[in-house]
T-cell receptor, first 110, second 116 residues
Framework: GNSVTQMEGPVTLSEEAFLTINCTYTATGYPSLFWYVQYPGEGLQLLLKATKADDKGSNKGFEATYRKETTSFHLEKGSVQVSDSAVYFCALTGNEKLTFGTGTRLTIIP | EAQVTQNPRYLITVTGKKLTVTCSQNMNHEYMSWYRQDPGLGLRQIYYSMNVEVTDKGDVPEGYKVSRKEKRNFPLILESPSPNQTSLYFC???????????????FGAGTRLSVL
């Protein structure tokens, strides 16, 4: 079946640091890939997506590129802010469902 | 405003007392789903529905029931709750699934359930 493996957390960074959260996947066919973000006390919301190989999703300074050859969709941001503190989930669609990774808690220190 | 609404947001109950968590969406979405979120396990799908009167089991359906009599509503029913169902529950909806750009899921704010 489909599965998503993402970087274990928690991750703590200083403000303006560079962020990478790794995500790799196993899937049949050509899934769409997503990053969702969960701010404290809220539900998940879509951060960015990519629907085919070599697509780059971007939003709010975050980027991720759909790499079919390495089955990866790593999340990056050049300069993080305190407001980016949240839990980040990598996910993919396939077999009529959305499969999530376990989530990575990110804390940004001023 | 487009949204997915879950009620209640917080619920404390006792073992064996039947409860229902409601979920409603106002976006005319075909696909709806329930997840539970537990520390270290991420989100796991309980049940999903591709359309009215069409429901199917997700990864962890035991102890739960759902129904989809109307497009906008997808209640989650716990007939006899047990402590291992203490969790954070999310309802989500989507225009469809498996169609690329239409795959985006919209989540409710969550229901935190404690079963004593």
């Amino acid at each position: 079946g489909n599965s998503v493996t993402q970087m274990e957390g928690p991750v703590t960074l200083s403000e303006e640091a560079f962020l990478t959260i790794n995500c790799t996947y196993t899937a049949t066919g050509y899934p769409s890939l997503f990053w969702y973000v969960q701010y404290p006390g809220e539900g998940l919301q879509l951060l960015l997506k990519a629907t085919k190989a070599d697509d780059k999703g971007s939003n709010k300074g975050f980027e991720a590129t759909y790499r079919k050859e390495t089955t990866s969709f790593h999340l990056e941001k050049g300069s993080v802010q305190v407001s980016d503190s949240a839990v980040y989930f990598c996910a993919l669609t396939g077999n009529e469902k959305l499969t999530f990774g376990t989530g990575t808690r990110l804390t940004i220190i001023p | 405003e487009a949204q997915v609404t879950q009620n209640p947001r917080y619920l404390i109950t006792v073992t064996g007392k039947k409860l229902t968590v409601t979920c409603s969406q106002n976006m005319n979405h075909e696909y709806m789903s329930w997840y539970r979120q537990d520390p270290g396990l991420g989100l796991r799908q309980i049940y999903y529905s591709m359309n009215v009167e069409v429901t199917d089991k997700g990864d962890v359906p035991e102890g739960y029931k759902v129904s989809r009599k109307e497009k906008r509503n997808f209640p989650l029913i716990l007939e006899s709750p047990s402590p291992n169902q203490t969790s954070l529950y999310f309802c989500a909806s989507s225009p469809s699934l498996g169609q690329g750009a239409r795959d985006i899921q919209y989540f409710g704010a969550g229901t935190r359930l404690s079963v004593l």
